[in-house]
């Protein structure tokens, strides 16, 4: 039984890894505010993330997949995560003039990254779909092995997470000493530009679900 808990541990680990390295908003957020806040940004961001999957498993297993893989859900999960992300991107265009970087990293409160964490994670509509569809096939395959393999599962999943948005975080975090204010607001700025594409692609995916 350990060889095939280590087996789902280590390909859940694999497949969340891949998928944590593609761009998103999450990364796009780990980026902007590890320059600010330093490395700790990435492990709270993850927090507020891997709190929001603990819960979304735990509906999984009790059966909600098929709702949440209606068009229409999507559709609406979609349209309002890119309307999250419009606003988080226009609060961020609004600070650019007034940014300054500071060679301190910021004593801002951990549970407003955390926040932020869940909030990212909700406002990428194929995140849910990801987990309504190759999670849930994925909690199913480990329900064979009862709550052990659901929790060798998850580790392995939050772990590959944790890993990639901690370096993502450690690079940007030890290289704040080398940003002039000019190279910090241009980042910020970038960030902002990637939201707003993310945000348009957003309500695209969802307006198709509605007009098709």
């Known amino acids: 039984m350990l060889a095939e ?23 796009t957020a780990t ?4 320059s600010k806040r330093g490395f700790r940004a990435g492990p709270m961001l993850i927090a507020g993330h891997g709190i929001l999957e603990i819960g979304l498993v735990v509906l999984l297993v009790l059966g909600v997949a098929p709702f949440l893989q209606r068009e229409g859900v999507f559709a609406v999960i979609a349209i309002a995560g890119g309307a999250i992300l419009l606003w988080m991107a226009f609060g961020m265009f609004r600070t650019l003039p007034t940014l300054s970087l500071s060679l301190q990293a910021e004593k801002t409160d951990n549970n407003s990254l955390i926040v932020s964490g869940i909030l990212l994670s909700l406002a990428n509509p194929y995140w849910i779909i990801w987990w309504a569809t190759i999670g849930f096939g994925y909690i199913l395959h480990s329900w064979q092995f009862a709550i052990w393999g659901i ?23 030890k290289g704040r000493h080398l940003f002039t204010d000019g190279i ?16 348009c692609y957003f309500f695209y995916a969802g307006l198709q679900k509605v007009v098709l």
């Open 5 to 27: 808990l280590l087996t789902i541990f280590f390909s859940s680990f694999i497949i969340a890894f891949s998928g944590a390295m593609m761009p998103g908003p999450l990364l």
């Open 184 to 199: 910090y607001r241009g980042i910020v700025g970038t960030c902002a530009a990637f939201l707003v594409v993310f945000a």
């Open 151 to 173: 929790i060798f599962f998850f580790t392995g999943h939050i772990l590959a997470d944790l890993v990639w948005y901690s370096a993502v975080a450690a690079a940007v975090g």
């Open 31 to 34: 980026v902007s505010e590890s």
